[in-house]
């Protein structure tokens, strides 16, 4: 305000009186007349523009500019709530509670494998369940990288599930990772549990990888994103292959002996809707025991040293129009497997050893649609739907059945950070006939700085 006074004051100041100039007829009188008061204003022009730099300056020591903040500021990094990075990460915590029903008993829900397939039980107890309480860390280091952890912890003790760094400079659409992490071979792997949109993995992801995919995995990742027109993403991963016991398993023998390549695209279908897909392979060496199950007459355990390659294809169409969305997602993943497949007694010596061959597939397909809070949902799943070839030394082994389940889902979400499933399964993947019919009731309740979830 004081500026803009001086300034008017300026303004007024450079008017010289006509009446006076008027006045006066020798033109020698008039010109040292206006002589003088040219002088006059000249000093007083010079003693306002020495007032207003002054201010200027005050200007700057009370009230810093953005350009000046950022000079004083280069080179410093600034936390995300205004302290140090070190000091002030994201931080959250995710619960994951469920109550569970099934007409089977619990012994026989621990041991409900998919022969053929894998071994490993449905992982819940009739009643309470508490998958466990997640920690999740999130910070940028520096202008170069990003840091995350995730540290599940439940009665047994805590594991870290994912500790990795993430480049963020890197030039032409390149990206690294690196550590331990989810892979990120299809969408839904690369998810957590809580993210998932029923409350456990469709069953060909159990029966090849696990009721968890492939989980915290010790390895690197590379992907490029072309300057293309539509979103494209192409990425390769290598794992120490430790952690997945069905399509890899731990071998002493090697060191990362997981692999995948993968490649995605994102096509705007509508002002509304978007089409995610692309396919991906995982390929690496495998020994593991976890495909068969033992002999209970004779304690036979059965395990595989070989080499594995899964083959997917994924699709995932979303479209969301005001307070209403609908989602449709499906894949379809095809194993070829080869190696030997060795018989132990219960001494621990070799009884036989023997070639096995696998082509083996699976799919599901599911949909949901959202209105508002509430959100309901269905899930088929399939496995050996075109291929079922499962043989030892040429002969086909005989399996009953064909593994699927059909799934149906209610959830409502209070608030982002909530979410109430009720989840009801009718489940023939156990082959012998019996029925696993199995309600749920999940809960996941979150607070914190959670990043969001991808597409």
């Known amino acids: 305000m004081r500026v803009c006074i001086l300034t008017v004051a300026v303004f007024m100041a450079t008017c010289i009186p006509m009446s006076a100039l008027c006045a006066e007829n020798d033109p020698n009188e008039r010109l ?3 002589d003088a008061e040219l002088s006059r204003q000249s000093e007083t022009i010079r003693e306002q523009q020495q007032t207003i730099d002054e201010l200027k300056e005050n200007s700057k020591t009370q009230n810093p500019t953005e350009a000046q903040t950022a000079e004083e500021n280069a080179g410093k990094l600034t936390g995300l709530f205004g302290g140090s990075l070190m000091s002030n990460p994201y931080l959250s915590v995710v619960l994951d509670a469920k109550g569970y029903v099934s007409n089977l008993k619990n012994s026989t829900l621990q041991n409900r494998g998919v022969p053929g397939f894998t071994t490993e039980g449905r992982g819940l107890n009739n009643g309470f369940n508490l998958d466990g309480t997640e920690l999740f860390v999130f910070a940028p280091v520096d202008p170069y990288f990003d840091l ?45 549990p809580h993210a998932w949109d029923f409350a456990d993995i469709p069953l060909p992801y159990k029966a090849f990888l696990g009721s968890e995919g492939i989980g915290g995995e010790n390895g690197v990742q590379l992907t490029w994103l072309p300057p293309l027109p539509i979103y494209t993403l ?25 692999f995948s390549a993968f490649a995605k695209v994102s096509i705007d279908t509508s002002d509304n809707s978007t089409l ?3 396919p991906f392979v995982l390929f690496g060496s495998t020994n593991t025991t976890a495909i068969p199950p033992a002999n209970p007459t004779t304690g036979t355990t059965y395990g595989l040293r070989g080499d594995s390659s899964l083959y997917g294809m994924e699709a995932v169409w979303k479209w969301k129009s005001g307070n209403q969305g609908v989602t449709l997602q499906g894949e379809y993943l ?19 050893v023997n070639k096995l061959q696998r082509h083996q597939d699976g799919a ?24 079922n070839t499962f043989k030892v030394d040429g002969i086909q082994q005989s399996f009953d059945g064909k593994p699927w389940r059909a799934t149906g889902s209610l959830e409502f ?7 109430i499933r009720a989840q009801f399964s009718h489940d023939l993947s ?8 199995e309600g749920l009731l999940q809960f996941i309740f979150t607070i914190g700085a959670h990043p969001a979830h991808t597409f």
């Not at 120490?240 to 399509?247: D, P, R, T, Y």
């Not at 649609?369 to 739907?385: S, V």
């Not at 156990?430 to 019919?437: D, K």
Request: hydrophobic share 30%; charged share 20%; glycine share 10%.
């Open 413 to 419: 979400n209070p608030t982002e950070f909530s979410t």
């Open 334 to 352: 095809y194993l070829v497997q080869n190696g030997d497949f060795t018989a132990t007694d219960q001494s621990g010596s070799a009884v036989s």
């Open 234 to 258: 192409f990425g390769i991963e290598a794992f120490q292959g430790e952690s997945n016991n069905l399509l890899f398993g731990k071998d002493d023998n090697l060191g990362p002996h997981a």
């Open 148 to 192: 995350y952890a995730n540290i599940p912890v439940n009665q047994d003790g805590a594991t870290l599930e994912e500790a990795y760094f993430v480049t963020t400079s890197l030039p032409d659409g390149f990206q690294v990772k690196g550590g331990r992490f989810k892979s990120n071979s299809s969408r839904l792997n690369s998810q957590h």
């Open 276 to 278: 995610y897909t692309g």
């Open 32 to 34: 040292n007349r206006l």
């Open 364 to 387: 599901y397909i599911q949909a949901l649609y959202r209105q508002d809070r509430w959100r309901i949902g269905a899930r088929y799943d399939r496995l050996e739907l075109f291929d």
């Open 430 to 437: 156990a082959r012998n006939g019996q029925v696993n019919n």
